[in-house]
């Protein structure tokens, strides 16, 4: 056992060193090219390379269990599809045979030997029919996988959805709700020409030409291999066209994905290019993203044209050898008739799959990209913690407590090293420190919305670790700029705070919240659907009906990160005064950024680049020189 | 066919490329008659082939693959890609056209859209349109040179071609226009599912914070989800099964044309109308020639894809342009409101008949509640919207006789949210004056007290700003565009106060670089900030997109109204302690 796995450790250590070269010389290959890359689409180039290296690779029988595991109840329908997508196809080859009978009834009509109409014309209801059965055949193989695929899709669409339910809720603060509806949405779409069309189709797809070529070499065996004298012209087409391949796809790949960020950043930065490039003939940085765009795909296009022409050409003449081959073969009465027809009409018929299926290894390609990035939703790791049946039982005389605790994100970068910190119940503590310390983090790990990488973090003397989340989220309010509201009655979304709460109750929360008074405004008052409501509302006011029903929620502990951030200076002190009704009595750790909020907490923590720098009251701080300078430029605002 | 029309609007100097390309396309399909010619020869020998017969047949062959081959190499050569060559002068083009159009068409349009015109919209049109045009073109070729060789062969079967041919024409028409209304169906499903995916998005964090919320609210957030993802899947399903069933259809009646074609001359033949090489030749060719037309059925999705492609582009990037004046100089910086109004929609005013004058070098601030038009007075000054009625006068002329580059180079405007390019840090300061050394980007950079920070960044001033390069915070940002500001070095600033408080650190800086920007230049702010009200000239209290107060601090503070609650909750709000 252990011995097998160091086998495949070593194994994928040298896959990896054979990637990293494969990579270094795409590096290289793209500097061959003399294109001049401009320095960002190389260093963009880069670290795709980078990227791709990480990348786990699937295979296409991989990729298609994958998706069928999705949805394995639908297994047996895509079977039956491709099955019978199969049988179509080989109904379709009545046709050309048909057309060989046709000509063997000429022939011996020709040679005196007179053969009635009426018999041809059998044959030709016979293949009126199978053709009739094709298209029942395909036509109902293709309804049944499409109808699997849009399922499958819907599903995984689903599924991703589900999955953000247990996934680490740090995930869903830290990314904006639009990059994870891109995921959801828009990565799934990029399935759906694989899903939907060639997963389902290959098969039959590449029946159809195999069949052909089966055929003819049963027909005759020199036809059959006469069929493949365009091969080598096509090829050399092909070879010449994939010259230099990857690096020109890597530079092509790159260059667009500037433009579109460019493009973006222009569009976006429209005020600012008003107000200050007005006289510029265009923004530089757009147009030359632009410029070298068309540049690089022209050079690359350039150099495949003549290998395009010459595979397209050879692949349009499979007759060009087996075509006189045959009319030889037929002149020394070595082939029927019969097969001197297949073996005109066959090759010729390999022709319009042929084509689909060069083009499908390419969709392949894309769609496998698609699928990694899903993936790594699809598969991130769930946090353990115990049924929500077993409640812990928590000590409310015992506050919170850090543990030498570190955290680093998956990319392997720690942001806080060894905390350790204790709070006593009811009191407040406050986080202070220059931006991108790692304030919210700490914040973020009590509320358990990520996983500490070491140390412990206890609740009312249990390790978090072993509460449900359930309970976990019963016991703590995480309060931050959030003001989304469900499209239900406002009632109903104060409510959400505590479900069997009286009608007072919830009238007392909005009172608090100062959320009262306009709420009685709306025409239908509390029964105002939030929806409804929306244009009549301000930010600042759905996120004070949000703190309505935080202020509802029995929660023993509130966690306060940059509560009042953004509010508009309006509603700034509204705010403020609901929370402060939100705080009363509870245990409060805030994360602050105005320093004269907190002056009277029981416990400053002073955090700086991941570590503490100092805890203690105001007065003992103000003996640390990087608090003291907080204080003297937060001093000079006012 | 529409959008060839549409495709030569555009091509602008690429017209002639585009027809020599559609010509070649149409001229390859010829060497279909070199593969006619070679079976009817073989057939005419088929009963004593010789090894010169063979030799023949194949040189035919031959001829035929060299000239598909040439033509083929040719049309790449001049016209592939002409469509890259068409969007690039159409991007470069509509960036020109961006820059001179009023905000408002962004508001309407929305970023988004703009956005996906210019990336998706654009990038499937010029991978795509070649392609596209090609296939419809071999198809008719196809289709010309068919009728050629059948007609060449007998009137009769001629005809009977005619006839298959436009059955199977027919059908391309109606698969096209069949899909282009059930693709609209799917585009308002894919939409609707955006929306409610958002929501979802949100609702699942607050449920996961609030474990206790009942039925009611759960449901809501699934079912919405759940009824939008499965309404695009069954607008999915039905535009791939319309679809589809109609392309089995499609090949089925291009296999039973080249049957019906065999059938028809085996029976010309019984009559005595045609010869045998000729019925033998019609039973092979028709086949060949009849499977061509197959890869219409490829086209097909194209055709509608792309039609649909360039209407979107036609409707977002159909781009408005403001009035230009001709006026170059400005005589002095009074700025005078006189009875302005103005709204978004034609429909709720914003500012209603204001009437304010700002004089020369003075401070003034503006101050209201939020939605009471403060921004708007800005926007209106800076010409990215134009008022309805009134006029606005910057030294003593309405601001539309100026020429647009001449009204924005007197003014700087600093934005509420900074808008900083993924570019160097020199480059972003510089943005506001091209030639500016890189002396005087550092003095301005030192004048809004960014100098220093920037030079504890790894690269200095060629740090890159953005994903990838350093993350600034909130406060360094909001000092990189005042120090654009103060390189610009305009008489007018104009400034919309951030509402947000960054971090202390930041904020004491932020107030410093304003009070350099402003020194002996005439500002206008929009004012959150108590300092900035207190050392104003004049403050002008807006309410509902009206003038309400007007004075200076120590007149209006005594006052009731708008200004003296400002004050208080302004007041509250710094005092705050928990």
């Given at each position: 056992?252990?011995?097998?796995?160091y086998?495949?450790?070593?194994?994928?250590?040298a896959?990896?060193s054979?990637?990293?070269?494969?990579?270094?010389?795409?590096i290289?290959?793209?500097?061959s090219?003399?294109?001049?890359?401009?320095?960002e689409?190389?260093?963009r180039?880069?670290?795709?390379?980078?990227?791709?290296?990480?990348?786990p690779k699937i295979?296409?029988?991989?990729?298609?269990?994958?998706l069928?595991g999705i949805?394995?109840?639908?297994?047996?329908?895509m079977?039956l599809?491709?099955?019978?997508?199969?049988i179509?196809?080989?109904?379709?080859?009545s046709?050309?045979f048909?057309?060989?009978?046709?000509a063997?009834w000429?022939?011996k009509?020709?040679g005196g030997n007179?053969v009635?109409?009426d018999?041809?014309?059998?044959?030709?209801?016979?293949?009126?029919?199978?053709?009739?059965?094709?298209?029942?055949?395909?036509?109902f193989s293709?309804?049944?996988?499409?109808?699997?695929?849009?399922?499958?899709?819907?599903?995984?669409?689903?599924?991703l959805f589900e999955?953000?339910?247990v996934?680490?809720m740090?995930y869903?603060?830290d990314?904006?709700?639009g990059?994870i509806?891109?995921?959801?949405?828009?990565r799934?779409a990029?399935?759906e020409?694989w899903?939907?069309?060639?997963?389902p189709?290959l098969?039959?797809r590449m029946?159809?030409?195999?069949l052909?070529?089966?055929?003819?070499?049963?027909l005759d065996?020199r036809?059959?291999?006469?069929?493949f004298?365009p091969?080598?012209?096509?090829?050399?087409?092909?070879?010449?066209?994939m010259?230099?391949y990857?690096?020109?796809?890597?530079?092509?790949l790159?260059?667009?994905?500037?433009?579109a960020?460019?493009?973006?950043?222009?569009v976006?930065?429209?005020?600012?290019?008003?107000?200050?490039?007005?006289?510029?003939?265009?923004?530089?940085?757009?147009?030359?993203?632009?410029k070298?765009?068309?540049f690089?795909?022209?050079?690359w296009w350039?150099?495949s044209w003549?290998?395009k022409?010459?595979?397209?050409a050879?692949?349009?003449?499979?007759?060009?050898?087996?075509?006189?081959?045959?009319?030889?073969?037929?002149?020394?009465?070595?082939?029927?008739?019969?097969?001197?027809l297949?073996?005109?009409?066959?090759?010729i018929?390999?022709?319009?799959?042929a084509?689909?299926?060069?083009?499908s290894?390419?969709?392949?390609q894309?769609?496998s990209n698609?699928?990694?990035?899903?993936?790594?939703?699809?598969d991130?790791?769930?946090?353990?913690?115990?049924?929500?049946?077993?409640?812990?039982?928590i000590?409310?005389?015992?506050?919170i407590?850090f543990?030498?605790i570190?955290?680093?994100?998956?990319?392997?970068?720690?942001?806080?090293?060894?905390i350790?910190?204790?709070t006593?119940?009811?009191e407040?503590?406050?986080?202070v420190?220059?931006?991108?310390?790692?304030?919210?983090?700490?914040?973020?790990?009590l509320?358990?919305?990520?996983d500490?990488?070491?140390?412990r973090?206890?609740?009312?003397?249990?390790?978090?670790?072993?509460?449900s989340?359930?309970?976990?989220?019963?016991?703590?309010?995480?309060v931050s700029q959030?003001?989304?509201?469900?499209?239900v009655?406002?009632r109903?979304?104060i409510?959400?705070?505590k479900?069997?709460?009286?009608e007072?109750?919830?009238?007392?929360?909005?009172?608090?919240?100062?959320?009262?008074?306009?709420?009685?405004k709306?025409?239908?008052?509390y029964?105002?659907k939030?929806g409804?409501?929306?244009g009549?509302?301000s930010?600042g006011?759905?996120q004070r009906?949000?703190l309505a029903?935080?202020?509802?929620?029995?929660?023993?502990?509130?966690?306060?990160?940059e509560?009042?951030?953004y509010?508009?200076?309006e509603n700034?002190?509204l705010?403020?005064?609901?929370?402060?009704?939100?705080?009363?009595g509870?245990n409060?750790?805030?994360?602050?950024?105005r320093?004269?909020?907190i002056?009277?907490?029981?416990?400053?923590?002073?955090?700086?680049?991941?570590?503490?720098?100092a805890?203690g009251?105001?007065?003992?701080?103000?003996?640390?020189?990087?608090?003291a300078s907080?204080w003297?430029?937060?001093?000079?605002?006012? | 066919?529409e959008f060839?029309?549409?495709?030569?609007?555009?091509?602008?100097?690429?017209?002639?490329r585009l027809?020599?390309?559609?010509?070649?396309?149409?001229?390859q399909?010829a060497?279909?008659?070199?593969g006619?010619f070679?079976?009817?020869?073989?057939?005419g020998?088929?009963?004593?082939t010789?090894?010169?017969h063979?030799?023949?047949?194949?040189?035919?062959?031959?001829a035929?693959?060299l000239?598909?081959?040439?033509?083929?190499?040719?049309?790449?050569g001049?016209?592939?890609?002409?469509?890259?060559?068409?969007?690039?002068?159409y991007r470069?083009?509509?960036?020109?056209?961006l820059?001179?159009?009023?905000?408002?068409?962004?508001?309407e349009?929305?970023?988004?859209?703009?956005m996906s015109?210019?990336?998706?919209?654009?990038?499937?049109?010029?991978?795509?349109?070649?392609?596209?045009?090609?296939f419809t073109?071999?198809?008719?070729s196809i289709s010309?040179?068919?009728l050629?060789?059948?007609?060449?062969?007998?009137?009769k079967i001629?005809?009977?071609?005619?006839?298959?041919?436009?059955?199977i024409?027919?059908?391309?028409?109606l698969?096209?226009?069949?899909?282009?209304?059930?693709?609209?169906?799917?585009?308002a499903?894919?939409?609707?599912?955006?929306?409610a995916?958002?929501?979802?998005?949100s609702?699942?964090?607050?449920?996961?914070?609030f474990?206790?919320?009942?039925?009611?609210?759960?449901e809501?957030?699934?079912?919405?989800?759940?009824n939008?993802?499965?309404?695009?899947?069954?607008?999915?399903?039905?535009?791939?099964?319309?679809?589809?069933?109609?392309?089995r259809?499609f090949?089925?009646?291009?296999?039973?044309s080249s049957?019906l074609?065999?059938?028809f001359?085996?029976?010309?033949?019984?009559?005595?109308e045609?010869?045998?090489?000729?019925?033998?030749?019609?039973?092979a060719?028709?086949?060949m020639i009849?499977g061509?037309l197959?890869?219409l059925?490829?086209?097909s999705?194209?055709?509608?894809?792309?039609?649909?492609?360039m209407?979107?582009l036609?409707d977002v990037?159909?781009?408005?342009?403001?009035?230009?004046g001709?006026?170059?100089v400005?005589?002095?910086?009074d700025i005078?409101?006189?009875?302005?109004?103005f709204?978004?929609?034609?429909?709720?005013?914003?500012?209603?008949?204001?009437?304010f004058?700002?004089?020369?070098?003075?401070k003034?601030?503006?101050v209201?509640?939020?939605g009471?038009?403060k921004t708007?007075i800005?926007?209106l000054?800076?010409?990215f919207y134009?008022?309805?009625?009134?006029?606005?006068?910057?030294?003593?002329?309405d601001i539309?006789?100026?020429?647009?580059?001449?009204?924005?180079k007197?003014?700087?405007?600093?934005?509420q949210?900074?808008?900083?390019?993924?570019?160097?840090?020199e480059?972003n300061?510089?943005f506001?004056?091209?030639?500016?050394?890189?002396e005087?980007?550092v003095?301005?950079?030192?004048?809004?007290?960014?100098?220093?920070?920037?030079?504890?960044l790894?690269?200095?001033y060629?740090?890159?700003?953005?994903?990838g390069?350093?993350?600034l915070?909130?406060?360094e940002k909001?000092?990189i565009?005042i120090?654009?500001?103060?390189?610009?070095n305009?008489?007018?600033?104009?400034l919309?106060?951030?509402?947000?408080?960054?971090?202390?650190?930041?904020?004491?800086?932020?107030?410093?670089?304003?009070?350099?920007?402003?020194?002996g230049?005439?500002?206008i702010?929009?004012?959150?900030?108590?300092?900035?009200?207190?050392?104003?000239?004049?403050?002008?209290?807006i309410?509902?997109?009206?003038?309400?107060?007007?004075?200076?601090?120590?007149?209006l503070?005594?006052?009731e109204?708008i200004y003296?609650?400002?004050?208080?909750?302004?007041?509250r709000?710094a005092?705050?302690?928990l």
């Amino acid at each position: 056992m252990k011995q097998k796995r160091y086998n495949d450790e070593v194994l994928d250590s040298a896959l990896d060193s054979k990637k990293t070269k494969q990579n270094e010389d795409l590096i290289k290959e793209v500097e061959s090219l003399n294109l001049d890359v401009p320095d960002e689409i190389m260093q963009r180039i880069e670290s795709d390379v980078e990227k791709s290296e990480k990348q786990p690779k699937i295979s296409m029988g991989g990729l298609n269990k994958a998706l069928m595991g999705i949805a394995p109840e639908y297994k047996g329908r895509m079977r039956l599809s491709v099955v019978f997508a199969c049988i179509g196809e080989l109904f379709s080859f009545s046709t050309y045979f048909f057309s060989a009978f046709a000509a063997g009834w000429l022939i011996k009509n020709a040679g005196g030997n007179v053969v009635g109409f009426d018999i041809l014309m059998k044959y030709a209801f016979l293949a009126i029919g199978s053709l009739f059965l094709y298209f029942i055949f395909t036509g109902f193989s293709t309804t049944i996988s499409h109808k699997t695929s849009f399922y499958i899709l819907a599903k995984l669409r689903q599924t991703l959805f589900e999955k953000l339910k247990v996934i680490p809720m740090g995930y869903l603060v830290d990314n904006p709700v639009g990059k994870i509806k891109v995921i959801i949405m828009d990565r799934v779409a990029d399935m759906e020409d694989w899903v939907a069309h060639l997963m389902p189709e290959l098969p039959s797809r590449m029946l159809h030409p195999i069949l052909c070529v089966i055929i003819l070499f049963f027909l005759d065996w020199r036809i059959g291999l006469s069929i493949f004298v365009p091969v080598p012209i096509a090829l050399i087409g092909m070879i010449t066209m994939m010259y230099k391949y990857r690096s020109r796809m890597a530079v092509w790949l790159s260059s667009y994905a500037n433009v579109a960020d460019r493009s973006a950043e222009y569009v976006h930065g429209i005020p600012v290019i008003k107000a200050f490039a007005q006289d510029k003939a265009s923004y530089g940085k757009f147009a030359d993203a632009v410029k070298f765009y068309h540049f690089s795909t022209m050079k690359w296009w350039k150099q495949s044209w003549f290998g395009k022409a010459l595979m397209t050409a050879a692949m349009m003449t499979p007759q060009l050898a087996s075509m006189p081959l045959a009319f030889y073969l037929y002149g020394r009465n070595q082939i029927s008739i019969e097969t001197l027809l297949l073996a005109l009409i066959l090759p010729i018929a390999i022709l319009p799959q042929a084509f689909g299926i060069i083009m499908s290894f390419e969709l392949f390609q894309m769609a496998s990209n698609t699928w990694v990035s899903i993936q790594e939703l699809l598969d991130m790791p769930v946090q353990k913690r115990p049924d929500e049946k077993n409640k812990a039982v928590i000590d409310n005389s015992k506050g919170i407590e850090f543990d030498n605790i570190s955290f680093s994100y998956h990319d392997g970068t720690e942001v806080l090293h060894n905390i350790s910190f204790k709070t006593k119940p009811g009191e407040v503590t406050a986080i202070v420190g220059p931006s991108g310390g790692g304030k919210s983090t700490i914040a973020k790990l009590l509320a358990g919305f990520w996983d500490q990488s070491s140390g412990r973090i206890s609740i009312g003397g249990v390790d978090t670790k072993n509460i449900s989340f359930r309970q976990l989220a019963e016991e703590i309010s995480f309060v931050s700029q959030d003001n989304f509201l469900f499209d239900v009655s406002i009632r109903d979304n104060i409510r959400i705070g505590k479900p069997d709460a009286t009608e007072d109750e919830i009238i007392a929360a909005a009172k608090a919240a100062h959320c009262h008074e306009f709420i009685s405004k709306l025409p239908d008052g509390y029964n105002t659907k939030a929806g409804e409501a929306g244009g009549a509302m301000s930010g600042g006011e759905r996120q004070r009906i949000t703190l309505a029903r935080a202020i509802l929620k029995p929660a023993s502990t509130i966690i306060l990160d940059e509560a009042t951030a953004y509010a508009d200076p309006e509603n700034e002190a509204l705010i403020q005064e609901a929370i402060s009704n939100l705080v009363k009595g509870k245990n409060l750790v805030i994360v602050a950024h105005r320093l004269n909020t907190i002056k009277q907490a029981n416990q400053i923590i002073l955090i700086d680049k991941g570590k503490i720098k100092a805890k203690g009251k105001h007065d003992e701080l103000m003996k640390e020189p990087l608090y003291a300078s907080l204080w003297k430029q937060y001093l000079g605002e006012e | 066919m529409e959008f060839i029309k549409l495709s030569f609007k555009l091509a602008g100097k690429y017209k002639d490329r585009l027809k020599v390309g559609i010509l070649l396309v149409f001229l390859q399909n010829a060497s279909m008659l070199f593969g006619f010619f070679a079976l009817f020869l073989a057939f005419g020998w088929m009963n004593e082939t010789t090894g010169k017969h063979i030799l023949a047949i194949f040189v035919v062959l031959f001829a035929s693959f060299l000239f598909y081959f040439l033509t083929g190499w040719a049309k790449s050569g001049l016209s592939d890609g002409v469509f890259f060559g068409i969007f690039k002068d159409y991007r470069l083009a509509v960036g020109e056209k961006l820059k001179k159009a009023p905000m408002g068409y962004f508001a309407e349009q929305s970023l988004s859209r703009i956005m996906s015109a210019f990336t998706n919209v654009m990038k499937s049109l010029e991978n795509y349109s070649t392609m596209s045009i090609d296939f419809t073109f071999s198809g008719i070729s196809i289709s010309f040179f068919l009728l050629m060789g059948m007609f060449g062969v007998n009137t009769k079967i001629g005809i009977l071609t005619v006839v298959c041919l436009i059955i199977i024409w027919l059908f391309v028409f109606l698969m096209v226009n069949q899909a282009k209304k059930e693709i609209a169906r799917e585009h308002a499903a894919i939409t609707k599912l955006g929306d409610a995916l958002i929501d979802s998005i949100s609702g699942v964090s607050v449920l996961r914070s609030f474990p206790l919320a009942d039925k009611g609210v759960v449901e809501e957030i699934h079912s919405k989800l759940k009824n939008s993802s499965e309404e695009l899947r069954l607008a999915q399903v039905h535009f791939e099964i319309v679809f589809v069933i109609y392309s089995r259809i499609f090949s089925t009646v291009i296999n039973l044309s080249s049957l019906l074609v065999t059938l028809f001359s085996c029976y010309l033949y019984t009559k005595g109308e045609i010869l045998l090489p000729q019925a033998l030749t019609v039973s092979a060719a028709g086949f060949m020639i009849f499977g061509g037309l197959k890869q219409l059925e490829n086209a097909s999705i194209l055709m509608v894809k792309n039609p649909a492609n360039m209407k979107y582009l036609d409707d977002v990037l159909d781009i408005p342009e403001i009035s230009d004046g001709n006026l170059e100089v400005v005589e002095n910086q009074d700025i005078v409101f006189d009875k302005v109004s103005f709204s978004y929609d034609k429909r709720n005013p914003v500012l209603k008949d204001l009437s304010f004058t700002i004089a020369q070098g003075s401070k003034t601030a503006i101050v209201g509640p939020s939605g009471s038009g403060k921004t708007t007075i800005i926007n209106l000054i800076s010409r990215f919207y134009d008022v309805e009625s009134g006029k606005i006068k910057l030294g003593n002329k309405d601001i539309r006789d100026y020429k647009v580059e001449t009204l924005l180079k007197n003014l700087s405007l600093v934005f509420q949210q900074v808008y900083l390019f993924h570019d160097t840090i020199e480059n972003n300061i510089r943005f506001a004056k091209a030639h500016a050394s890189h002396e005087e980007v550092v003095e301005a950079a030192k004048r809004a007290h960014c100098h220093d920070f920037i030079m504890e960044l790894p690269k200095g001033y060629n740090t890159m700003v953005g994903e990838g390069g350093s993350s600034l915070s909130g406060g360094e940002k909001q000092r990189i565009s005042i120090a654009r500001a103060l390189l610009k070095n305009a008489p007018v600033i104009l400034l919309d106060e951030a509402t947000s408080s960054v971090d202390p650190e930041n904020e004491y800086e932020i107030l410093a670089a304003i009070e350099e920007l402003s020194k002996g230049h005439t500002v206008i702010s929009i004012a959150h900030r108590l300092s900035t009200v207190r050392k104003a000239d004049q403050i002008l209290v807006i309410d509902d997109g009206r003038l309400v107060q007007e004075g200076k601090h120590d007149d209006l503070i005594n006052q009731e109204g708008i200004y003296s609650a400002f004050i208080k909750a302004r007041e509250r709000a710094a005092n705050w302690k928990l």
